[in-house]
Antibody, heavy 115, light 108 residues
């Protein structure tokens, strides 16, 4: 059974940093690209970032480019999102997903950026 | 970058109605489009991929069509469990896969 479990969310002040993690199991992690998607309270889905299976390619939404860094450790079956210079508009639930299109999403981790 | 525009943003309908949601891409994306359903507090569920291929386990009342820049999601006969928010997603640009802004389907 595919499982994706996010962690690392929490309350952080504007300008602060957080590192999200996603632990994957139930599939050959190293064979799939992976993604982060977020959802601000009461808003729609926003694609944030994607990374290829071998970490050769990383892409970011314009809203996070230069502030967020996606990475993965295939030996640990883990995906990460380093978030720096956080802003209030980064508040939301962050989902880890398997390669698109996908039915495999984590449960989400809440990030709140507030003073 | 490819932008997706869904219409309408809100839709009010009754059980048994046939409804159609449209997704327009800012440039041609062939059939590289998926549709998701999301209910409050839950992760999205994949309904359709490759514009018209029904995901395993999804009821046949859901269907997708289109190619190029215009796509539709149709629910042939609304059921109570179908009231949710629907999103399209383009998959044409490798590893850059934005979503449409969503269509909230509410009970009339």
């Amino acid at each position: 059974e595919v499982q994706l479990v996010e962690s690392g969310g929490g309350l952080v002040k504007p300008g602060g940093s957080l590192r999200l993690s996603c632990a994957a199991s139930g599939f050959t992690f190293s064979s799939y690209s992976m993604n982060w998607v977020r959802q601000a309270p009461g808003k729609g889905l926003e694609w944030v970032s994607s990374i290829s299976s071998g970490s050769d390619y990383m892409y970011y939404a314009d809203s996070v480019k230069g502030r967020f860094t996606i990475s993965r450790d295939n030996a640990k079956n883990s995906l990460y999102l380093q978030m720096n210079s956080l802003r209030a508009e980064d508040t939301g639930v962050y989902y880890c997903t398997q390669q698109f299109p996908t039915d495999f999403w984590g449960q989400g981790t809440l990030v709140t950026v507030s003073s | 970058d490819i932008q997706l525009t869904q219409s309408p943003s809100f839709l009010s309908a009754s059980v048994g109605d046939r409804v159609t949601i449209t997704c327009r891409a800012s440039q041609g994306i062939s059939s590289f489009l998926a549709w998701y359903q999301q209910k409050p507090g839950k992760a999205p569920k994949l309904l359709i991929y490759a514009a018209s291929t029904l995901q395993s386990g999804v009821p046949s009342r859901f269907s997708g069509s289109g190619s190029g820049t215009e796509f539709t999601l149709t629910i042939s006969s609304l059921q109570p469990e179908d009231f949710a928010t629907y999103y399209c997603q383009q998959l044409h640009s490798y590893l850059m896969s934005p979503f449409g802004q969503g269509t909230k389907l509410e009970i009339k």
